[in-house]
């Protein structure tokens, strides 16, 4: 059964940086792996995605340039390090996986994931 814990979320103010993680129960290099957030009131939307099958690493526009997805296999654990953070980037982020699809194009909604984390909530504010 793969399960997720989060960590690193956070306070930061207008301007910081914060590094999220997300350890899997197991192994997930082959699986596409990606990071949602959800502010009050919004939909759930997909931030970052790393695919399986060529290992490409996708961001939604709004945080590109700023955030970065990694992941590390031994450790079995996927990151997301952002950057520059803005008000708007405040919301309960989480760590999400498909286990039957393998490139993250094809799976850019948060129902196409069958495997999340809890979350944990990045807030931005000074």
């Known amino acids: 059964q793969l399960q997720f814990v989060e960590s690193g979320g956070g306070l930061v103010q207008p301007g910081g940086s914060l590094k999220l993680s997300c350890t899997a129960s197991v192994p997930l290099e082959y699986y596409a792996i990606g990071w949602f957030r959800q502010a009050p009131g919004k939909e759930r939307e997909r931030v970052s995605c790393?695919?399986?099958?060529?290992?490409?690493?996708h961001y939604a526009d709004s945080v590109k340039s700023r955030f970065t997805m990694s992941r590390d296999n031994g450790k079995m654990t996927m990151y997301l390090q952002m950057n520059s953070l803005k008000r708007e980037d405040a919301a309960v982020y989480y760590c999400?996986?498909?286990?039957?699809?393998?490139?993250?194009?094809?799976?850019?909604?948060?129902?196409?994931?069958?495997?999340w984390g809890r979350g944990t909530q990045v807030t931005v504010s000074s």
């Open positions: 790393i695919s399986y099958s060529d290992g490409s690493t």
């Open positions: 999400a996986a498909n286990t039957m699809r393998s490139r993250c194009a094809d799976i850019p909604r948060n129902h196409e994931y069958n495997y």
